[in-house]
T-cell receptor, first 113, second 113 residues
Framework: EAQVTQNPRYLITVTGKKLTVTCSQN?????MSWYRQDPGLGLRQIYY???????DKGDVPEGYKVSRKEKRNFPLILESPSPNQTSLYFC????????????FGSGTRLTVV | KQEVTQIPAALSVPEGENLVLNCSFT??????LQWFRQDPGKGLTSLLL?????REQTSGRLNASLDKSSGRSTLYIAASQPGDSATYLC????????????FGAGTRLAVHP
């Protein structure tokens, strides 16, 4: 089944403790991206990648890092999480041409205390 | 700057009604438009993707139309069911590049028996 897989689905952590949210897609998509969703603010892009070793900032990149060492994986790294990063996170992927739209993962609910 | 607006913000209807959800966008030079469904706290499920050259797409009881010149799309749900209760989001790629989706704030739909 074609899908974007995120792990974990739920995560509670403490301020300052480094964490990684993994994202993997099996559709050979070039483009991958991370979004966060917050009440009243909607979905905002954090980082995106157009291909392996190519990443760029989205609208809200502060406090996050990403890497794209393999085409299928695009992990999101929070080096020192803070409570304002408590949110629902989504990974998405697509072909660069965009003909088939975006596929989203099931989301990661992160709580930083 | 591309902005996407969805009307109404919320809708509550009895089972069996036919519904129309509206989406408007300010920049008509879109590559495509995608409708998603989101259940509370869950991921985004792609419902329909309409390319800029198309006028409409259908999937089961769902029909989405696109009028680029007027900057509008509608999602028609026929014979609504309680299982249709969810938030419906429309999104268009950022003009000039397929590297970010611009989302509307969504329409929260409740279908009661």
């Amino acid at each position: 089944e074609a899908q974007v897989t995120q792990n974990p689905r739920y995560l509670i952590t403490v301020t300052g403790k480094k964490l990684t949210v993994t994202c993997s897609q099996n559709m050979n998509h070039e483009y991958m991206s991370w979004y966060r969703q917050d009440p009243g603010l909607g979905l905002r892009q954090i980082y995106y990648s157009m291909n392996v070793e190519v990443t760029d900032k989205g609208d809200v990149p502060e406090g996050y890092k990403v890497s794209r060492k393999e085409k299928r994986n695009f992990p999101l790294i929070l080096e020192s999480p803070s409570p304002n990063q408590t949110s629902l996170y989504f990974c998405a992927s697509s072909f660069l041409q965009g003909d088939y739209g975006y596929t989203f993962g099931s989301g990661t609910r992160l709580t930083v205390v | 700057k591309q902005e996407v607006t969805q009307i109404p913000a919320a809708l509550s209807v009895p089972e069996g009604e036919n519904l129309v959800l509206n989406c408007s966008f300010t920049d008509s030079a879109i590559y495509n438009l995608q409708w998603f469904r989101q259940d509370p706290g869950k991921g985004l499920t792609s419902l329909l993707l309409i390319q800029s050259s198309q006028r409409e797409q259908t999937s089961g009881r769902l029909n989405a139309s696109l009028d680029k010149s007027s900057g509008r799309s509608t999602l028609y749900i026929a014979a609504s069911q309680p299982g249709d209760s969810a938030t419906y989001l429309c999104a268009v790629p950022l003009s000039g590049g397929y590297n970010k989706l611009i989302f509307g704030a969504g329409t929260r739909l409740a279908v009661h028996p």
